[in-house]
């Protein structure tokens, strides 16, 4: 992804904890499934999300899913502008977040779970893309 003078990238680490959330639906064992939801060594499978944002920190309140390769943006007004307090990133993917519409602006690129985005990126979003490579 280029970028133009005006435009700062950060990048988020990298080091991530396994989280896992296992469906309790009892099922033929040959059906049964667990969705990861972490950038480690467990199952993943692509029937999740790519890209998750979340309005408060540790992945509560509301949620916007996105598909692999997918962006948004919104406008002022709309309620996902300015709210997003955590991410969920699937391995094999980026979400590369803006301050402004129409992806301007300074940006983040996160490949990984972040509980919460704190200091210069809690409630700054205004646009996002998911790209994933090899999900």
């Given at each position: 992804?280029?970028?133009?003078?005006?435009?700062?990238?950060?990048?988020?680490?990298?080091?991530?904890?396994?989280?896992?959330?296992?469906?309790?639906?009892?099922?033929?064992?040959?059906?049964c499934?667990?969705?990861a939801?972490?950038?480690?060594?467990?199952?993943?499978?692509?029937?999740?999300p790519?890209?998750?944002?979340?309005e408060?920190?540790?992945?509560?309140?509301?949620?916007?899913?996105?598909?692999?390769?997918?962006?948004?943006?919104?406008?002022?007004?709309?309620?996902?502008?300015?709210?997003?307090?955590?991410?969920?990133?699937?391995?094999?993917?980026?979400?590369?977040?803006?301050?402004?519409?129409?992806?301007?602006?300074?940006?983040?690129?996160?490949?990984?779970?972040?509980?919460?985005?704190?200091?210069d990126?809690?409630?700054?979003?205004?646009?996002?893309?998911?790209?994933?490579?090899?999900?």
């Amino acid at each position: 992804m280029a970028n133009g003078p005006d435009r700062a990238i950060q990048r988020w680490g990298t080091a991530v904890e396994t989280e896992e959330i296992r469906d309790e639906t009892p099922c033929h064992p040959d059906s049964c499934r667990v969705r990861a939801f972490a950038d480690g060594a467990s199952a993943q499978y692509n029937d999740q999300p790519a890209c998750v944002m979340f309005e408060h920190a540790n992945f509560r309140g509301r949620s916007i899913e996105m598909a692999p390769n997918d962006s948004v943006s919104f406008r002022g007004g709309q309620f996902w502008n300015d709210r997003v307090s955590s991410v969920f990133v699937s391995r094999g993917c980026t979400l590369i977040a803006y301050e402004d519409t129409r992806m301007g602006g300074s940006s983040i690129e996160i490949s990984r779970r972040a509980r919460y985005l704190g200091g210069d990126w809690n409630d700054q979003i205004s646009s996002a893309e998911c790209v994933c490579d090899g999900y």
